[in-house]
């Protein structure tokens, strides 16, 4: 996939904080890809760097995951 290509196109990113305080990503339509960051707006410019890395690997994939939710329970 090229940046051409990529213009428009939306990942969903699930965001979560650690024990240590450092935010962490996960792509959910690209297994694999994720990263850290101590602020939001450094997580956001990593994950960035993240998806274009993973694009450009020689993996060959297919982006097939959709987002659908996420529900807390609680117990």
């Not at 213009?7 to 297994?31: A, C, M, Q, R, Y």
């Not at 450094?42 to 659908?68: C, G, H, P, W």
Request: proline share 1%; aromatic share 8%.
């Amino acid at each position: 996939m090229t940046n051409k290509m990529l213009n428009g196109h939306k990942f969903t990113v699930i965001i979560e904080k650690d024990e240590d305080g450092w935010f962490v990503s996960e792509v959910v339509e690209l297994p694999g890809c994720h990263t850290q960051g101590r602020t939001i707006d450094q997580l956001i410019v990593r994950t960035r760097e993240a998806i274009m890395a993973y694009l450009e690997s020689d993996k060959d994939f297919e982006i097939e995951a959709k987002f659908v939710g996420i529900q807390q329970i609680e117990m």
